[in-house]
């Protein structure tokens, strides 16, 4: 039930581009992106609902892939700022508390000079 | 300023000693929820409540209780911790099913 990210951890050049992806077993209602900073709370994103939509923040993109169970944060001309792990967080297409998230594990990025 | 508020930071306390983390939020949020932050296991949710009075188990309530009186607190209750509560836990909030949501900044409990 646990959404999958990939990959585990990614070290960039500052200016490189980067993918994260994160897969669920089950339907999806909606996929919420956050960043945390060591010792710092996890600080949102965006949040990407079934239908496909996709979304930006400043150079910090993402799409929803509901056939696929996916979402994909694209983060472009990455920023020594970028640095952090990045969390899905997933809420499964039923009824009730939808508004309760499944999270990933992570995904640690270092952006480095 | 829009924020949640969690006390204390770190705490330090022994096995069994009742003990209450507070959650505070200045935004009319309807959802407050609490989570757990556990090295490879990722953030694992405690309670969570829709609104005043209406509270409900996460994925691992065991050994915790909550409450909500009023809106904006949501404080987090230890009866009897112990060492495997040793985590660091965050509350955070909601306004509605659209919005993503606003974390505290934590707080670091070490059980002895």
């Known amino acids: 039930q646990q959404p999958v990210q990939s990959p585990q951890a990614v070290i960039l050049r500052e200016g490189e581009d980067a993918v994260i992806n994160c897969s669920s077993s089950k339907a999806l209602y909606s996929v919420h992106w956050y960043r945390q900073k060591h010792g710092e709370a996890p600080v949102f994103l965006m949040i990407?609902?079934?239908g496909g939509e996709q979304k930006g923040h400043e150079k910090i993109s993402a799409s929803f892939n509901e056939k696929k169970q996916q979402s994909s944060l694209y983060l472009t001309a990455s920023q020594l700022s970028y640095s952090g792990t990045y969390f899905c967080?997933?809420?499964?297409?039923?009824?009730?508390?939808?508004?309760?998230?499944?999270w990933g594990l992570g995904t640690s990025l270092a952006v480095n000079p | 300023e829009a924020q949640v508020t969690q006390n204390p930071r770190y705490l330090i306390t022994v096995t069994g000693k009742k003990l209450t983390v507070t959650c505070s939020q200045n935004?009319?949020?309807?959802?407050m929820s609490w989570y757990r932050q556990d090295p490879g296991l990722g953030l694992r949710q405690i309670y969570y409540?829709?609104?005043?009075?209406?509270?409900d188990k996460g994925d691992v309530p065991e050994g915790y209780k909550v409450s909500r009186k009023e809106k904006r607190n949501f404080p987090l209750i230890l009866e009897s911790p112990s060492p495997n509560q040793t985590s660091l836990y965050f509350c955070?909030?909601?306004?509605?099913?659209?919005?993503?949501?606003?974390f505290g900044s934590g707080t670091r409990l070490t059980v002895v």
């Open positions: 955070a909030s909601s306004y509605g099913r659209w919005h993503g949501y606003t």
């Open positions: 935004m009319n949020h309807e959802y």
């Open positions: 967080g997933t809420a499964l297409n039923n009824a009730g508390n939808n508004r309760k998230l499944i």
């Open positions: 990407l609902l079934k």
């Open positions: 409540s829709m609104n005043v009075e209406v509270t």
